[in-house]
């Protein structure tokens, strides 16, 4: 598995919001498996982000985005996910009841950059603030970075932000998510 980023939301994403997202995820693949409604297995075209595949990568990369929580499914993973996060009203406003998984399949540089970009198009459709993991001396780059929300650096570094954070944090040099 490779970069993995979470998307916390409010509240549960209403149905016309999933058909849209579901609609530019197969806009933007060349593969889309429907493994319950909110949860796909895609394969998305880099160039649909606007990422040039570089290095003789595929530009077709395998993903998973979930929509999990309360009435949509993996209720479980959500409880076990968020059961270790501290508490993230203060941070970003609200504690979140729902969230979305966006799981790369592979780890290059690519897959990062791809990442950051998927999630930040699928935060335009659904809105939500993006939790992000970081290295230590990520702190300091993402600190200064439009669209941050809150930065965390204890019990483990982290930043919360916008897709305009997400997209700024893809650009700069040598840009890899934490895991």
């Known amino acids: 598995m490779g970069a993995v980023l979470v998307v916390e939301l409010a509240e549960s994403v209403p149905v016309a919001a999933i058909e849209r997202l579901r609609e530019f995820l197969v806009r933007s693949s060349v593969r889309l498996e429907e493994k319950r409604v909110g949860e796909y297995d895609i394969h998305v075209r880099a160039e ?8 003789g990568v595929d ?6 985005v979930s929509l999990m929580g ?3 499914g993996d209720e479980s993973i959500f409880e076990a996910e968020h059961a270790d996060e501290v508490d993230q009203e203060p941070l970003i406003g609200f504690s979140p009841t729902h969230a979305v998984d966006v799981i790369a399949f592979c780890n ?14 699928i935060m335009d459709v659904i ?11 990520q702190v300091p780059i993402v600190a ?11 019990p483990w570094p982290a930043a919360y932000g916008s897709a305009e ?3 700024a944090w893809a ?3 040598g840009f890899r998510l934490l895991k």
């Open 108 to 121: 290059s540089p690519l897959d990062h950059v791809v990442a950051a970009l998927l999630t930040a198009a």
């Open 127 to 137: 809105g939500g603030v993006a939790n992000a993991e970081l290295q230590e001396d």
């Open 144 to 154: 200064g970075l439009p669209g941050v929300v809150a930065l965390l650096t204890d």
């Open 48 to 55: 649909s982000l606007g990422v040039a595949s570089t290095g």
């Open 171 to 173: 650009k700069q040099p």
């Open 165 to 167: 954070f997400l997209r």
């Open 70 to 72: 309360p009435g949509i």
């Open 59 to 64: 530009g077709r990369r395998p993903f998973l």
